[in-house]
């Protein structure tokens, strides 16, 4: 099944410049695979080196958020929409109190 | 690889001291707004944002999914885009952290400035390289309310 994966802009230069993916896939998981088999760069920017999804990529089908459905394996059909969408942190060195 | 200067308006920089002041001793956080363009990006506006990060606010900072997408939209409505985050290093240096590199982005300028014992003192700019290992540092050229711009830092 046909499902559109929405690239943000800090990874679209990764996925040939495009606002948007079609790929098929019956799971958020699967739609991810198919999205970073086609785009290899995209991996090193959505998953840690131990294979999880990085902590601040987070990932909705319209306008769910997975962690809230059943994760990777949240199903997807025809016309849904895979948002991937970053949330940002940082900060200073840690201190030492 | 040289990278064109990010520009920021005098005001913009005004404004982001402004509230590194405020939430000191915390770590203030915000959305640059603005154009990028082949040879030149732009800040043209600031969301300031609040710190998501309730547990450790003076040397960490968070902004949320949803806040990203409010950032996002702000963008889209004054016809512009999300080009960059800044935040506050109270009393540490104006240079990104390993905390910061393991949770930065590509593409995104990330502004940091230093504030020591309340005083906003350094601001840099930085972007992360391609394969994530570090950070290029992103000249500041400030512009003043005519256009013209001040100095690079």
Known sequence: MAVKVIIPTPLRAYAG????????AGTVGEAL???????????????????????F????????????LQKDKTPVKEGDTVSIVPSIAG???SRSK | ??????????????????????????????????????SSREVLDLLPLANRRDDSPRNRFEVTPDDVRLAEKTAREKRIELIG????HPDAPARPS??????????????????????PRDTTSWRLHDDRAAYD????????????PIAGK
Not at chain 1, 38 to 55: A, M, N
Not at chain 2, 18 to 33: F, K
Not at chain 2, 98 to 119: C, L, M, N, T
């Open chain 1, 91 to 93: 900060g200073a060195q």
């Open chain 2, 85 to 88: 985050w800044y935040h506050s």
């Open chain 2, 1 to 38: 690889m040289s990278r064109a200067p990010l520009k920021v308006p005098e005001e913009m920089l005004r404004r982001i001291h402004a509230h590194s002041v405020e939430t000191y001793p915390h770590e203030c956080c915000g959305a640059l707004l603005g154009l990028d363009g082949d």
């Open chain 1, 33 to 55: 695979v198919a999205l970073t088999n086609q785009f290899t760069e995209l991996k090193k920017h959505l998953y840690s080196d131990d294979g999880k999804l990085r902590s």
């Open chain 1, 17 to 24: 410049k495009q606002q948007s993916v079609e790929v098929a």
């Open chain 2, 98 to 119: 390993e905390f910061d590199r393991e949770h930065a982005w590509p593409w995104y300028s990330y502004i940091i400035v230093s504030v020591q014992k309340g005083v």
């Open chain 1, 57 to 68: 990529v987070n990932v909705y089908v319209n306008d769910e958020d997975i962690r809230y």
């Open chain 2, 137 to 148: 540092p992103e000249v500041i050229e400030t512009v003043a309310p005519g256009g013209h």
